[in-house]
């Protein structure tokens, strides 16, 4: 299995202050981790550093993406890259529907990769396969970005994102955040069926509850801008019934 | 019988000059007069009477690098149940000026306005929006909005907003309000995440950003001939990206 992802001794901090402190972190192809950790533990920072959120400054450390260094690449060279984040608040953006969008976000992608634009016929094929996933109505499409969206929709709208920017590593923050049980369930079918050995994501949650649906191959848990414990998926049990004071 | 319900389009490039893009009523006939130009123009005056109702879009899109637009709106609400939409959009770059005054008087009762004013300012470009709302005596039950927003693209560019409201009656609802700022970064990093260059996801916000002044168009083919325009010029907008 190649290797994806690989942190080491990653320290980040916003506006001076550090909330990275030293993460390590190997991702192979594959691989499903789950990061959980309490609030103000450094997990929505370390997805933002993972794809160059601005605001954040890294101090130390290094992160290699398939071999090269992804601190140096702008956010849309770690999407061209293959590089995923579903956010936990999905940003709206007026006039400009989904399909509009997602058409930008691949011509955009193909011209960094010299590769000519897809055809009418087939960025529709690809729409409709991908919607399949996650069962979505073509009607959606239509929609402008996020838009008086619910919290489930906005969730099931950032999968179907992610597929059809079929990315190697996907990041999801919170995605269970705001969702109902069936909300989830579709959600995180879309991610299960998106996964294949080629491919790794990397579950951000507070709770037990997505990842009775995702299920992870590693769970590690973030406190204080460190992972303190690292472990298969019956460590997510020990933190439902421990809670994350005692680790 | 009264024509009860219009929508103007007007596209001004150059002072003095606008091209009418649609003039007409818009309850289901297809009686819209377009292409006329209204030459020597010093500003826009409307009496609307009782019942009748029009939408106004402006499009301010200057062409000369130097160029200097005035313009004048003058919106009086004469008679009961008028309904009068305003919204307009304004873009200015290099060392363009243009200076918007919007006046709406309620001198009756029953009557509603409404403006929304957007305004986009580059290059070493200045843009004034002056709005005034007067609510006469009399004129209960008056529904009058104003909403103005702008967007700066350059640390030269300047915008001046100056909303006000003068009220001299009860039981009214007014309000105005502005707002002033430049592109977000936030929804910049949503877009660039997707692998959407920054200069694209500029574009986008921009389109956005003046979607609700075209959104307004009636006719499709000219909301889309607006928008073709409109974001033709927003893309001159950003000369060394």
């Known amino acids: 299995m190649q290797t994806l992802l690989e942190i080491h001794d990653l320290h980040a901090s916003i506006a001076g202050k550090e909330i990275l402190k030293g993460i390590n972190l190997t991702i192979r192809e594959g691989e499903i981790h789950a990061v959980m950790g309490p609030n103000g533990a450094g997990k929505s920072t370390l997805s933002a550093v993972l794809t160059g959120k601005p605001q954040y400054e890294v101090t130390d450390g290094t992160v290699l993406f398939k071999g090269r260094n992804l601190l140096e690449m702008t956010p849309e060279e770690r999407s061209w890259a293959g590089i995923f984040l579903s956010f936990q608040y999905p940003i709206d953006i007026p006039g400009v529907s989904i399909s509009n969008f997602l058409k930008t976000a691949l011509s955009c992608r193909r011209k960094a990769q010299g590769l000519p634009e897809l055809t009418p016929s087939e960025f529709l094929a690809l729409r409709k396969e991908k919607m399949a996933l996650v069962q979505m109505k073509p009607e959606f499409l239509k929609r402008d970005v996020n838009v008086g969206f619910s919290g489930g929709e906005k969730k099931r709208g950032e999968i179907f994102q992610m597929a059809m920017l079929d990315p190697d590593l996907s990041i999801l923050d919170e995605t269970d955040s705001g969702l109902d049980v069936d909300a989830l369930r579709i959600v995180a079918d879309g991610v299960n069926r998106l996964h294949t050995p080629q491919k790794a994501a990397i579950v951000i949650t507070h709770y037990q509850r997505l990842l009775d649906y995702i299920v992870p191959d590693f769970v590690h848990i973030l406190k204080d801008g460190r992972i303190i414990k690292t472990a298969g998926r019956e460590l997510v049990a020990e933190i439902e019934e421990k809670g994350y004071e005692n680790f | ?241």
């Not at chain 2, 919007?102 to 509603?112: I, S």
């Not at chain 2, 168009?217 to 001159?236: K, N, W």
């Open chain 2, 1 to 241: 019988m009264r024509i009860s319900k219009m929508q103007k389009v007007l596209l001004i490039n150059e002072w003095g000059l606008a091209e009418v893009l649609a003039d007409g009523v818009t309850d289901g006939r297809p009686e819209s007069r377009a292409g006329g130009l209204m030459d020597g123009l010093d500003g826009l005056t409307y009496a609307l009477a009782e019942g009748e109702s029009l939408s106004l879009v402006l499009l301010v899109l200057p062409d000369a690098p130097d160029a200097v637009i005035n313009l004048p709106v003058q919106v009086k609400m004469d008679g009961p149940n008028s309904q009068f939409e305003l919204h307009a959009l304004a873009l200015a770059g290099e060392r363009q000026k243009v200076n918007v005054r919007v006046d709406v008087e309620h001198p009756g009762p029953d009557a509603r306005s409404n403006q929304l004013i957007r305004c986009v300012a580059g290059g070493e470009s200045r843009i004034a929006f002056e709005g005034l709302i007067k609510v006469l005596p009399g004129a209960i039950r008056t529904e009058a909005f104003q909403t103005s927003n702008n967007l700066l693209l350059s640390e030269q560019a300047k915008v001046r907003t100056c909303p006000q409201l003068e009220i001299y009656a009860d039981d009214v609802k007014c309000s105005h309000g502005a707002t002033t700022g430049s592109l977000d970064e936030d929804e910049q990093f949503y877009m660039r995440s997707r692998g959407i260059t920054l200069e694209q996801a500029r574009l986008l916000q921009l389109r956005s950003f003046v979607w609700p002044v075209l959104a307004q168009i009636e006719q499709e083919d000219l909301r889309a001939s607006c928008d073709e325009q409109v974001s033709r010029a927003l893309a001159t907008m950003f000369p060394r990206l």
